[in-house]
C-alpha cells in the first residue's frame, strides 16, 4: 500500500481525505454509518458564536448534476460546540478542523481564541466565502480588504494552523488567495459553493426561499478544478481541493491539479460511504502506477 499520509502546515493527517463543512454536521450521525477513524480529517459545519437557525425552508434543492443550498449557518453556537460537539469528536482520534464564520472581525477574534484553547481542534478553517447570509461570509472573502481584516485578525488570535476557504464567486481568485497568504493563512481551501437558482415555472416561485443560493456537487467540478489549478500555480501554500468530488478519480484529479488534501462534500448525501472509498481508491491508482507516496502525485499536471 501506498504512503497516504500527509503533513500540511504542521496538521498531521493519515491520509488527505477529509470530509467538507456542512455536509457532515458535527459527525454524530455518520459514526453510526462510517467509520470516523478512517477519515484524514473531519471538517465541522460552521461554528458561530451564538446559535443560529439559519434561513426559511425551502433551503436545499437538487438540480442537475447538483444542489443548491441556503442553510444560512444553522449551528448551535460556539458553546455548545465546546461542551458537546467536540467531546463526541475527540472520541474518534481523528483530526478536527473547525469551520469558524463571524459577522464581524471580532467575532472571528473570538471563535479562533476560544477555540484555540481546546485540544481536539488541530486547524482552524476560516469562511470567508459563505453565499447565504446578510453579514460576514461572502462579503469578506469577495474583497481582498474583506480578506485580509478577517484572516489578519484570526492570525493573531491563534498558533494553530490556519485554513482559508475561498469563494470562487470573485473574478480573480489568485488575488484573493494572495491576500489571504500576505495576511497569515497557512493553507488555501477551495472553493465554497457558487452561487445560482432554481424557478418552478408553474408557479413561478423561487426553488429556495431566499432565491439566491449556493451550488454544490458535480456541476462545480471543473470550476473547482480550475481555480485550484491556478491558485497552485500562484502561491506557495498549500492547497485543499473542494468541489464535486465524488470518487476517487475526482480525487486523483485535484492532487494532479496541485491540491495537497480533498474534501469530500455532496457526495456525502449521495453515498454515505463516499469517502471512504475515495481513499480506498485513491490506494488502489497509486498502486496500479507504481507510486509509492501520495506527495508524488501533487501537481504534476502533464502540459
Ligand atoms: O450555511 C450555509 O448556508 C452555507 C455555508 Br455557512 C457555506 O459556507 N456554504 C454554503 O454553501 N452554505
Known sequence: MADL???????KLKNPVMVASGTFGHGEEYSELIDLRKLGAIVTKSITVSPREGNPPPRIVETPAGMLNSIGLENDGLKKFIE???????????????????????EFEELASTLSKERQVKALEVNISCPNVEHGGMQFGCSPVGTEEVVRAVRAATDMPLIVKLSPNVTDITEIAKKAKDSGADVISLINTVMGMAIDAETRRPRINRIVAGLSGPAIKPIALRMVWQVAQSIKLPVIGIGGIMNARDALEFFIAGASAVQIGTANFVDTQASIKTIEGINEYLDRKGIKDIKGLIGTLNK
Do not use: D, R, Y
Open 5 to 11: 499520509s500527509m503533513e500540511i502546515a504542521g496538521l
Open 84 to 106: 458537546e460537539h467536540l467531546p463526541f469528536l475527540a472520541k474518534f482520534k481523528t483530526p478536527v478542523i473547525a469551520n469558524i464564520a463571524g459577522e464581524t472581525q471580532k
